[in-house]
Structures are given as structure tokens and as C-alpha cells.
């Protein structure tokens, strides 16, 4: 067995690894939660980190922690901020709904590390310096707020630009191809294979957009409400100056709560960013799957587009090629409408002064938020930018598409159109040789009519 020293918290003695910066209460923690093995991510760590770092620096200022104790918990926080201690950070996911055990995990760890660092005999204490002036029940969401904002900023954001502007290049490229639009999986009039792929990018740009928008929400921090939103124990100009110093070290706006009661008491704000990131997901998985489709044959499918050979498809079928990255970010989408569902419930369970599901709750969002970003710059990377198209399939099944008798309508009615429609369609022809055959209209009106770009265009028969 490997060594350990004894350590004291209110209910007694516990045996903590001797080489272990934490203490009491998370040795606890990890006895008390054998249960998923998995721990909060570097996203959520480092906003910890910068949470403490900012509470020390200001608890320093306002003369409430002795400044050169406020100046060893700055650094061991920035420390943690940075990564340093990582492995330290031992408590599962799946522990108490107000995330108290993580919250004394890094007040311990803190706290051990800037005794260390002191140049004297005394030592830091986890509650009374490190975590004074807060609360779990406010550093936890504040902690939500801040990881999951940084990451929107720093991760999200730049890999749906990444994907968009990706799309933007097809969709310039592919305009002057026209192929067969489908409705209900069914042919339908004429589109440009640009125009789809500029439809994809604009999914992607109002996925930004809403994403951002979502993130506003997230800036309002609960920090300063300490245990039940009252602030009790808490200087009154601490959590302006402590947010203000969140906001400088990250470059991004945050703010104090405007009612502390709401922040601690409810995670509306969570739940409306995993909805931005849940609607995102149905996005990128519409295009995921159309791009699959289009892909597909490459002899009894549409084949209209030809994605990038990444690895072989078939452990049995030779020179098979599958849409394995379309396929990649369809089960992330999936992955984050079940975060969403999780994220859901946990907002629900804001029961008085506290919701219980926070620790549940942040590790699903930024796992959706990694998830998607990963995705959005795989996807591009692998797939998107390596997309050709296959023009002459996209001009065969044009020609041999019966909804072109649609353009007819102006010119022999809705009716008259049908019946050309389905003879095309039945006889396995095109509808310029049913018109023709049929002597529907002069030759120099068919051309007018049938002019397949034109469809792609709104307007009437001039």
C-alpha cells in the first residue's frame, strides 16, 4: 500500500496519500464516490483556478487575508489555473449537487501548495483564507459560468468559423452547377449544388450567432452571494472586484448577478446555452447527413458529390470508402441532445436557495461545447474542404428529373404539366422529349421554359 499521513476535518481523523496536496474533505469525497471515474475537465479547472486567484487578489486589496498570505493563494491558484496540478483534481463527477466536494478540492490543494510557497513557519488554511468570502453555492456556478464561456470563445467559435467559411468556399464553388433538388427525399425542381452548401454555411453562421447570444447570459456571475444568496461573510465590494479581475484575466465581459437569489437558485442561464448548443447539434447534423447522402454510391446512391478517401471502409469489401467523418459528427450531435436532456433535468432540480445537479450539469455542457468544437474543426478538416463535385452525375439525374415539368405550369397549366410529369417519369424520359413529341409549345418557348438555371432563380415568364 502506498503511504499516507493523517489529516483532520470536523468529523475526524482520515488517511490521505502522503504525497497528496489535497486534505481531508476530498480523501472523503473520493471514499464517498467510487462511482463514474470521471473527473472535471481542464476547461473547468482552469476557471476554478482563476475564481480563487481573482477572490485572493481581491480579498488582499480590501485588508480581509493578510496580503502576503493572499499572495501565495494567488499564485498556487494560478498554478492550478494553468494546469499544473490536474492530477490533484480526484473527485468524480457524480458527487454532491452543489459541487462542495471540488469546490474544498481546490481550497485544499490551494491551500497546501501556497504554504509551500510561504517563506515562514505559518500555513494556509482551505476555508478560512483560501475560501473566504465564498461559498461553494456561489463559486460553483460562478466556476459553470466562467469555463463555459471561455470555451464558447475560445473553442466553439473559431471551429464553426472554420466550418462556415469552409462551406462558404464550396458554395461559391459549386454555384454554377445545377442538379436535382429533393423535397421528402423525392425529386424536386432544380437547385445549384452551390446553393445547398451556402444554406449548410448559413446554418453554421446563425449557430455562432446563437451561441454567442446564449453566452451574454453566462457573463452574470453569482459570485458574492455565499451560501444562500445573502451574501452573509462576504466584504460588500468583493464580488465586483474579485468579477472584474475574472474579466481581465479571461478577455471576456463578466459581471455580478443582478439578483443572487436567481443565480444560486436556478441554472436558467446553463439550460439556455445547452439549448443554443442542442439546436446547433440538429444543425450539424442535417448537414452531416445531407453531405452523407449526396455522397452516396458510388453506383446505387446519389453520388452528386465525392468526399475525401481518409481510410479504408470495409474489413471485407475491397476499395470500399465510407462517410466516416459525416458519420463522427452525427453521433456527437446525438451526444449533446442527450447532454441536453441531462442538463434539463438538472435545471429543474433548483430547489429554494440551491440547485443540486450543478457538478452533473457543467460536465455535460462543456462536454457538449468540446464535443462540438472537436467536430466542427474535424469535419472541415477531413471532409469539408476536400468535397468535389461530380458534375456529370449531377446532369443525369437532373435531365431524367420529372419535377422540371413544373416550370411548364405558366405555360400549359398545373394539369397538362402533370401529365407530362408522370409520362416522363413512366417512361423513363426526359420532359423536353415528352414536350417536344407532344409539339406543347413552340421550340423557342421550350427553351425558355426548360432553361434549368432560370429555375434556380425566383420569377415568372417574361
Known amino acids: 500500500m502506498s503511504e499516507t499521513r493523517v489529516e483532520k476535518d470536523s468529523l475526524g481523523e482520515v488517511h490521505v496519500p502522503a504525497t497528496a496536496l489535497y486534505g481531508a474533505q476530498t480523501q472523503r469525497a473520493v471514499e464517498n464516490f467510487p462511482i463514474s471515474g470521471r473527473r ?4 473547468f479547472i482552469q476557471a476554478l483556478g482563476l475564481v480563487k486567484k481573482a477572490a485572493a487578489e481581491q480579498n488582499a486589496a480590501l485588508g480581509t487575508v493578510d496580503p502576503p498570505i493572499a499572495a501565495v493563494i494567488a499564485a498556487a491558484a494560478d498554478e492550478v489555473a494553468r494546469g499544473r496540478w490536474d492530477d490533484e ?5 457524480y458527487q454532491t449537487g452543489s459541487g462542495t466536494s471540488t469546490n474544498m478540492n481546490a481550497n485544499e490543494v490551494i491551500a497546501h501548495r501556497a504554504t509551500e510557497l510561504l517563506d515562514d513557519s505559518a500555513s494556509v488554511h482551505p476555508n478560512d483564507h483560501v475560501n473566504f468570502g465564498q461559498s461553494s453555492n456561489d463559486v460553483i456556478p460562478t466556476t459553470m459560468h466562467v469555463s463555459a ?5 475560445e473553442d466553439l467559435v473559431p471551429a464553426l468559423g472554420h466550418l462556415a ?11 454554377d452547377i445545377v442538379k436535382s433538388g429533393r423535397t421528402h427525399l423525392m425529386d424536386a425542381t432544380p437547385v445549384r449544388l452551390g446553393q445547398e452548401f451556402g444554406g449548410y454555411a448559413h446554418q453554421v453562421r446563425r449557430g455562432i450567432d446563437r451561441v454567442r447570444a446564449a453566452s451574454e447570459d453566462l457573463a452574470e456571475l453569482a ?3 455565499t451560501a444562500t444568496g445573502t451574501g452573509i461573510n462576504t466584504h460588500p465590494d468583493f464580488a465586483a472586484g474579485a468579477i472584474a479581475r475574472i474579466a481581465e484575466a479571461t478577455g471576456l465581459s463578466f459581471r455580478e448577478a443582478d439578483n443572487h437569489f436567481e443565480a444560486q437558485g436556478a441554472k436558467d442561464a446553463v439550460v439556455q446555452m445547452s439549448g443554443a448548443l442542442n439546436t446547433l447539434a440538429v444543425s450539424l447534423m442535417k448537414i452531416a447527413d445531407d453531405i452523407r447522402w449526396l455522397s452516396s454510391g458510388p453506383t ?4 452528386e458529390i465525392r468526399l475525401p478517401a481518409i481510410q479504408p471502409g470495409s474489413s471485407i469489401m475491397p476499395g470500399k470508402v465510407n462517410p466516416v467523418m459525416s458519420e463522427a459528427m452525427m453521433m456527437v450531435a446525438a451526444r449533446v441532445m442527450g447532454n441536453h436532456t ?6 429543474q432540480r433548483g430547489n429554494f436557495e440551491l440547485n443540486v445537479m450543478m457538478p452533473v450539469m457543467a460536465q455535460a455542457l462543456l462536454e457538449s461545447i468540446q464535443l462540438l468544437a472537436g467536430a466542427a474543426q474535424a469535419f472541415t478538416d477531413r471532409c469539408v474542404v476536400g468535397i468535389e463535385a461530380n458534375e456529370e452525375r449531377c446532369r443525369e439525374l437532373l435531365e431524367r428529373n420529372p419535377s422540371i415539368a413544373t416550370a411548364l405550369n405558366p405555360y400549359i397549366g398545373y394539369d397538362r404539366a402533370a401529365k407530362v410529369a408522370k409520362q416522363a417519369a413512366r417512361e423513363g424520359r426526359s420532359v423536353r422529349a415528352v ?6 409549345l413552340p421550340a423557342d418557348q421550350v427553351e425558355e421554359a426548360l432553361d434549368v438555371r432560370s429555375m434556380t432563380e425566383p420569377g415568372l415568364p417574361g
Open 40 to 43: 472535471f475537465g481542464r476547461r
Open 89 to 93: 483534481f480526484v473527485i468524480d463527477v
Open 149 to 153: 464561456r471561455v470555451a464558447v470563445a
Open 165 to 175: 467559411a469552409a462551406l462558404d468556399e464550396k458554395a461559391v464553388a459549386f454555384d
Open 223 to 225: 459570485l458574492g452571494g
Open 300 to 303: 446505387s446512391g446519389l453520388h
Open 342 to 347: 441531462t442538463i434539463t433535468v438538472g435545471g
Open 435 to 440: 414536350v417536344d413529341e407532344q409539339e406543347l
